[in-house]
């Protein structure tokens, strides 16, 4: 079998084994290209029927809105559900305190309202599209992986995962996150993109737009980001090649209009796909540590 | 392209890191970010060298005591094959991580450190190779550099290994010398060993054939029922799984098991799209042409060679949880998508893994692999390990704790 196949037909059967175990899953989806990829597969999971799950968005209230607009015409296009859980809901309750400063996001603050939909709606599995080679601390995580009462993963009491048998029993509270392309790289998942014809959000591709310098890094000049006189902003043409919040992704320069373009600028990269998220150059164990909290 | 899975064993004394941060450096497979990262941590070899372990030291609590806990995954890709690798560690005490990373392996790496020849880590992990049905062992001889490169040491540590090898079953080993840190024989080969013809490493990693073995059987567990009870797919009924050994193919005809009703398959499907067949390890869909009662948990199976239906089977088992294996509790059995009661009968014994003797009248405890008998609550079906080892595969869960306490093979029937 073709690698990509053989990736595939792993992805489907996790899919199917959360199908399988659990009775209230459900999907979470960013609107960038590792959650699309898994929408796609969950189709090739399971249609012509129903997906057995609804696709679940945490919203910081600071997306592109290019995303945003993704993810409608996405979910209208399947006809399946779609959740929204809002960060300025936690906000607005208190259970999230807003950062202040110039470099203030509102991705930690994502892990409250997550836990707060999962609780919500009584999610007992969530499926990520989180990849092993993306960060150090992922390439650690298990597939089935177990996160207590808090939402709190540890990892060092993770279940022993063998072959393709995956336990998902856990005690009522607990959740599971299942992570399907766990053994997909950043380029496994661009050559599926391209193989399978997947539709992607426009601000994958080459477009001109303000920018502003942010740490080494260009930032989009977004209302979310406060900018002020000292600031360096540039018209520019740029991609993203990672999509989160305005807030913590950086734009890479890029001339890139087509897959083909995409595909080889990575291969020519000298620098991770991480490399433009602000939220993991906090520190060497800033994944770990949030990850422990509860986040994706 | 195709897909090669490996698993690295070895201590880091070994120089298995050293290995694998040499694979992933030479394959340009590190970039600058992390590179950076790594230096930042400077952390250095007694050598001077850059530390590669801390690129699958995911942890904080393994950089900061400089060992591998637990399985890490790393990726590349060279123009003809891509790669997986789990780096897991070797010590004794980690020997579920290491079965951990071997089960999802088709190749296994035992580095052998040439002033060490053949230990007991070795005999260990060679066992644990077996024990688990890989396809093939490939003994990289590292550190020649630290013995002047003399083939006669490098053909001493191969003649012991074979013999080695012979006496646990284990067939299908290859041999390279090697030296991880100066780089002979990973890459390309080494001008410093023209006594040696055979490829590097890389060379080697690229080019193996890991041929599945003939089974002459198909298995498929069905993991879901897909029905979209839709006004014009209303008598819709398809069965979503995974297939396991030879490749089924529409025609064939079937039992379903634990039932024991047999069928035809009419179609098979992938994407909504017909196949005429589906080979091992493809998930796709499939209808039979008689409407009979079939639901996740269920095996669907060629019926020229069907599996065994059975409620008590000796098995090997590698223990996983601090507390041993409990006569008079209740576990979980999952095998593929299917969860039965089960106790033990029997203890029959366990092995010393580095001599592996036998030994009796023993309980089994964290890290021992043993041989028990299994009394199921229903019947369990598989096939046997020397068979068909995808189909002979389970874990036990403890049901008070939920976590995954052991994984067995299914040996014998009882």
Known sequence: MDYLDHLEAEAIYILREVAGQFENPALLFSGGKDSITLVHLAKKAFRPGKFPFPLVHIDTGHNFPETIEFRDWLVEQLGEKLIVGHVQESIDQGKAIEQKGKNASRNPLQTVTLLDTIEKYGFDACIGGARRDEEKARAKERIFSVRDEFGQWDPKRQRPELWSIFNGKIHKGENVRVFPISNWTELDVWNYIKRENIALPSIYFSHERDVVLRNGQWMAAAPALQIDNEDIVEHKSVRFRTVGDMTCTAAVDSVATELDDIIAEIKASTVSERGARMDDKVSEAAMEERKKQGYF | ?414
Not at chain 2, 19 to 32: P, Q, V
Not at chain 2, 91 to 106: F, K, L, P
Not at chain 2, 172 to 194: E, H, Q, W, Y
Not at chain 2, 310 to 318: A, G, K, L
Request: with cysteine; net charge negative.
């Open chain 2, 1 to 414: 392209m195709n897909i090669l899975k490996f698993i690295t064993a070895g201590s880091v004394d070994d120089g298995k890191s050293t290995l694998i941060g040499r694979l992933l450096y030479d394959t340009n497979s590190i970039l600058d970010d992390q590179l950076e990262a790594i230096q930042k941590a400077n952390r250095k070899n007694n050598d001077g060298t850059v530390d590669l372990a801390i690129l699958t030291d995911g942890l904080k609590a393994e950089r900061e005591q400089g060992i591998t806990i637990d399985v890490a995954y790393k990726y590349f890709q060279t123009e003809k094959r891509k790669f997986i690798i789990a780096d897991a560690p070797g010590h004794i005490q980690y020997t579920r991580n290491m079965i951990t990373g071997a089960s999802n392996s088709e190749l296994i790496i035992i580095l052998i450190d040439a002033r060490k020849g053949v230990i007991e880590q070795t005999k260990r992990h060679s066992f644990l190779a077996k024990l688990l049905s890989l396809k093939k062992v490939l003994v990289c001889v590292n550190k020649m550099d630290m013995v002047g490169f003399d083939p006669f040491v490098y053909e001493k540590i191969k003649t012991d290994y074979l013999a080695l090898a012979d006496r646990l079953g284990l067939e299908n080993v290859d041999f390279i010398p090697v030296s991880a840190l100066k780089g002979d024989n990973i890459v390309n080969r080494s001008d410093r060993m023209t006594w040696y013809d055979g490829l590097s490493l890389l060379d080697y990693l690229e080019t193996v054939n890991i041929a599945d073995k003939k089974s002459h059987s198909w298995r498929f567990p069905v993991q879901w029922v897909v029905r979209p009870q839709t006004d014009d797919l209303h008598d819709y009924r398809g069965y979503a799984g995974r297939v396991l050994g030879d490749g089924l193919k529409t025609g064939d005809e079937v039992v379903v098991l634990p039932s024991g009703v047999r069928s035809r398959i009419a179609r098979v499907e992938l994407a909504e799209q017909t196949l005429d067949q589906a080979e091992n390890g493809q998930s796709v869909i499939v209808h039979l042409t008689d409407d009979i009662d079939i639901s996740r948990g269920d095996i669907i199976a060629n019926a020229g060679h069907p599996p065994l239906a059975e409620r008590n089977f000796e098995v090997n088992i590698c223990w996983f949880d601090n507390k041993p294996l409990d006569k008079n509790q209740v576990y979980l059995l999952q095998n593929h998508t299917t969860v039965t009661k089960i106790k033990v009968a029997d203890i029959h014994y366990k092995f010393d893994v580095n001599t592996q003797e036998k030994q009796y009248d023993t309980d089994i405890q964290l890290n021992d692999i043993g041989k028990i008998e299994i009394k199921a609550a229903g019947e369990v079906v598989f096939d046997l390990n020397r068979d068909f080892p995808e189909n002979s595969q389970g874990i036990l869960i403890d049901p008070r704790t939920n976590l995954t306490v052991g994984a067995l093979m299914v040996d014998n029937v009882a």
